[in-house]
């Protein structure tokens, strides 16, 4: 940290300061004139939250430590940045539950690309599935994204501009077996594409992403739909923001019908320095809208919607209102929102559900 910088924040006391001294203390190393070794930091994330439904089929509440993660990273010979993280136990006994990412990435400073190899978080397609959980605006991401999109993958990841586009691809394996890919399970890959539009904001992005299933039915990493397609936009208007996203599935592995969707999600920055200096005050909505060709083709959301009914329906509506208070940016926020959900079954065999689900959590991460 250069010293200019260090002795006006000794000179600021204000929480801000607090909270990037606190952060920094993260970094264990950090010699850029290293040739070998450039930097070390630890890295995690802390998402714990408060959550009740209150429905037609019944009621449930409880907490829920959401998120455990933590490990490190380091920059080797300045073009490379080698990462390992893990999911950790509630009860931090034992403490190792399961890797989550471990991954080493090619970043060379002379052109704008990158690479990565190895165990990956699948932040790839669609809108919400693209940002990261340390971002997101709701508290949980929708129905269709869930349904549609995997988590961790293992496999080859790459983007770079070209021209005025940002274009990305993958190939994964389609199964994991323990911590690492399983190549006897077919494969899966993603293509996707970013063109600057800004429409009537001042700032947006056009995305169509493209995500192809190969792999079988055995122990997949991926959903059981054989394409999954999303165009979205995502603007910015000074303190306002605004996605919009259409994703579909189809010619589902086990029968399931195809579904697609539409997610309406704005969010305004009602305040800064509210209470103290640097925080923010957001407003987030969200709608969703989803639809299954066939009967059945949708399922509730696991969290939390199916702690009290566990059907399945064809057409799904909900509508999330939430607040979050950033105390420093999206590294320590309180979140709290409010989503009413129905689910329609056209048969009327057991899926039906209407209900509000409450939320209220805080999350971290350095």
Do not use: C
């Amino acid at each position: 940290m250069p010293a200019a910088q260090s002795a006006a924040r000794d000179k600021n006391s204000s929480p801000p300061a607090l909270f990037e001294n606190i952060w920094d203390a993260a970094t264990l190393y950090n010699n850029p004139e290293n040739p070998a070794v450039q930097s070390f930091s630890l890295v995690g994330r802390y998402h714990g939250q408060y959550w009740s439904v209150d429905a037609d089929q019944g009621k449930a509440d409880g907490w829920d430590n959401r998120r455990i993660i933590f490990g490190f990273q380091t920059a080797l010979y300045e073009d490379f940045l080698f990462e390992v993280q893990i999911h950790a136990n509630e009860s931090l006994s034992p403490v190792y539950r399961g890797l989550y990412v471990g991954f080493i990435k090619w970043a060379p400073k002379d052109i704008d690309y990158s690479a990565s190899l190895g165990r990956l978080d699948y932040v790839y397609t669609g809108m919400e599935r693209t940002t990261s959980s340390k971002k997101i605006s709701t508290i949980e991401r929708g129905l269709l994204v869930n349904q549609l999109m995997p988590g961790e993958v293992f496999g080859l990841y790459g983007t770079g501009k070209i021209g005025a586009h940002t274009v990305q691809a993958g190939l994964f394996t389609g199964a994991t077996k323990g911590e690492f890919g399983d190549f006897h399970s077919g494969l899966a890959s993603t293509l996707g594409v970013e063109h600057a539009l800004p429409l009537f904001f001042d700032q947006g992005e056009l995305h169509l992403d493209f995500l192809y299933n190969d792999s079988d039915r055995e122990d997949t990493s991926f959903k059981p739909y054989r394409n999954v397609v999303s165009l979205w936009h995502q603007g910015r208007l000074g303190p306002f923001s605004m996605g919009i996203d259409i994703t579909g599935g189809s010619q589902g592995l086990d029968g399931q019908s195809n579904v697609w969707g539409l997610t309406l999600l704005p969010g305004y920055k009602i305040a800064h320095n509210a209470l103290i200096d640097g925080d923010a005050l957001q407003m987030v909505l969200r709608y969703q809208y989803a639809k299954s060709k066939e009967s059945n083709g949708l399922l509730l959301p696991s969290r939390y919607e199916q702690e009290v009914a566990t059907g399945a329906g064809d057409r799904y509506q909900a509508l999330y209102l939430g607040i979050n208070y950033f105390l420093n940016d999206d590294k320590f926020k309180i979140m709290a929102g409010a989503e009413h959900a129905r689910m329609k079954d056209a048969p009327g065999d057991g899926g039906n559900y209407q209900g509000w689900t409450y939320l209220a959590g805080i999350r971290l991460y350095f």
